[in-house]
């Protein structure tokens, strides 16, 4: 008997909405040439290209040529990272992030410590938050980046980046980069004037995009130094000949994602709160990192003593689709490095299973998934529920 495929690693990917779909094969089939030929079928493509730009910065809160279309999370973090950082160095060399970033974060700033960067790291509580004291404390006058997730890929937890962002404009000159991967239409954002960030990531696959579609915007123009060096396309920022689908694709999905944010958001808590529930019931054999005040797209739990590895497979026989954690280190063995900060016990290292929605995911999958995940505890640790 054939099972029903419950799909719960949204956080990895997502599934593209038919709707952005069906724009991207209309905009490849029918606006394909160049966006900088200056012939009638490039200036099409321009055109549209800057439709697409505008609804991102509407959506942002800044300007049409603040927002520049990379291609995903990976390249929009490391070309704030460095770019900013290299573009600034005559008011520093000094750079705070946190300790529990996404690697493409992590990975750019020990290239740059390479180059006689001076790099700093903000601890997280137990909720996976940092110290806006700490914050301060470490801050100077020399510091020329500052660069946070808004919310962790791996357990959920939401940075206070408004707060921090005040903090930041107030004791520095620096930039304030977020990684919105995980937040863009899942949580308000916007730039939000001084009070806000100066540069946001965006990754199109997260949201019911395309992968190898993304977004770097900015608040307002800033000193930078573009390593993709060429044709000085997207400003002389980002050089290379632009996706036009996938920027409009991209940008439809973004519409998307901010229309429905509420109603999905609602959901999201609902069913977080639903599976927190009934693990709660399995006492101390499973032990829960994502904390109420997480994102509510995001459950991260683990099992004592048990490898994720095991529990995806187990709940795999049940038709069930979750990650060990973060998709990006799911292959390594070590523990990672967002487990690790966060300090948990020992016995429960090993164990961590992310669950994570999206917008096709139903109240029936949901119930399949708290069935699956407690057949597999039966027979993963039967003898210790007894």
Same mark, same amino acid.
């Given at each position: 008997?054939?099972?029903?495929?419950?799909?719960?690693?949204?956080?990895?990917?997502?599934?593209?909405?038919?709707?952005?779909?069906?724009?991207?094969?209309?905009?490849n089939e029918q606006y394909y040439a160049n966006p900088a030929s200056i012939h009638a079928m490039g200036v099409e #493509?321009?055109?549209?290209?800057? !439709?697409?730009?505008?609804?991102?910065?509407?959506?942002?809160?800044?300007?049409?040529?603040?927002?520049? /279309?990379?291609?995903?999370?990976?390249?929009?973090?490391?070309?704030?990272?460095?770019?900013?950082?290299?573009?600034?160095?005559?008011?520093?060399?000094?750079?705070?992030? *946190?300790?529990?970033?996404?690697?493409?974060?992590?990975?750019?700033?020990?290239?740059? $410590?390479?180059?006689?960067?001076?790099?700093?790291?903000?601890?997280?509580?137990?909720?996976?938050?940092? #110290?806006?004291?700490?914050?301060?404390?470490?801050?100077?006058?020399? =510091?020329?980046?500052?660069?946070?997730?808004?919310?962790?890929?791996?357990?959920?937890?939401?940075?206070?980046? /408004? $707060?921090?962002? *005040?903090?930041?404009?107030a004791e520095s000159r620096a930039a304030f980069h977020i990684d919105a991967v995980q937040s863009f239409g899942k949580?308000?954002?916007?730039?939000?004037?001084?009070?806000?960030?100066?540069?946001?990531?965006?990754?199109?696959?997260?949201?019911?995009?395309?992968?190898?579609?993304?977004?770097?915007?900015? !608040?307002k123009k800033m000193q930078w130094q573009p390593y993709a060096l060429g044709g000085g396309q997207e400003f002389g920022?980002?050089?290379? *000949?632009?996706?036009?689908?996938?920027?409009?694709?991209?940008?439809?999905?973004? !519409?998307?994602?901010?229309? *429905?944010?509420?109603? !999905?958001? $609602?959901?999201?808590?609902?069913?977080?709160?639903?599976?927190?529930?009934?693990?709660?019931?399995?006492?101390?054999?499973?032990?829960?990192?994502?904390?109420?005040?997480?994102?509510?797209?995001?459950? #991260? /739990?683990?099992?004592?003593?048990?490898?994720?590895?095991?529990?995806?497979?187990?709940?795999?026989?049940?038709?069930?689709?979750?990650?060990? #954690?973060?998709?990006?280190?799911?292959?390594?063995?070590?523990?990672?490095?967002?487990?690790?900060?966060?300090?948990?016990? $020992?016995?429960?290292?090993?164990?961590?299973?992310?669950?994570?929605?999206?917008?096709?995911? =139903?109240?029936?999958?949901?119930?399949?998934?708290?069935?699956?995940?407690?057949?597999?505890?039966?027979?993963?640790?039967?003898?210790?529920?007894?």
């Open positions: 008997m054939k099972v029903n495929t419950i799909y719960l690693d949204n956080s990895a990917t997502t599934k593209p909405y038919k709707e952005v779909m069906q724009t991207f094969m209309a905009v #493509s321009n055109e549209l290209l800057m !439709r697409a730009r505008e609804q991102v910065a509407d959506i942002l809160k800044t300007e049409a040529k603040n927002v520049l /279309f990379t291609s995903g999370g990976t390249e929009s973090n490391n070309t704030a990272i460095i770019g900013l950082a290299r573009g600034n160095t005559h008011k520093g060399k000094h750079i705070l992030t *946190t300790e529990i970033e996404h690697p493409s974060v992590l990975e750019s700033v020990k290239q740059l $410590e390479k180059e006689g960067f001076e790099i700093e790291y903000l601890h997280v509580n137990a909720q996976g938050v940092i #110290s806006l004291d700490e914050l301060k404390a470490k801050i100077r006058k020399d =510091t020329i980046l500052v660069s946070m997730m808004h919310v962790n890929n791996e357990m959920g937890a939401i940075q206070p980046i /408004f $707060e921090a962002a *005040t903090i930041v404009h949580l308000p954002l916007t730039f939000n004037g001084e009070e806000g960030p100066d540069c946001i990531t965006i990754s199109g696959h997260k949201i019911h995009g395309f992968k190898g579609s993304g977004v770097l915007a900015f !608040r920022l980002r050089s290379g *000949t632009v996706a036009v689908p996938q920027a409009v694709a991209l940008s439809k999905a973004a !519409r998307i994602a901010v229309e *429905t944010m509420n109603e !999905r958001a $609602e959901k999201y808590r609902k069913w977080q709160q639903q599976i927190r529930a009934e693990l709660g019931q399995f006492g101390d054999v499973v032990h829960i990192l994502s904390t109420p005040e997480s994102a509510a797209h995001i459950l #991260s /739990f683990s099992i004592r003593d048990l490898k994720g590895e095991v529990i995806i497979n187990a709940l795999q026989k049940y038709g069930v689709i979750v990650s060990t #954690s973060s998709a990006c280190s799911s292959k390594q063995t070590k523990t990672s490095h967002v487990v690790e900060a966060l300090n948990i016990d $020992e016995h429960f290292k090993k164990g961590v299973i992310r669950v994570s929605f999206g917008a096709h995911v =139903t109240s029936e999958d949901i119930a399949q998934f708290i069935l699956a995940i407690k057949k597999v505890l039966m027979e993963l640790k039967g003898e210790l529920l007894l």
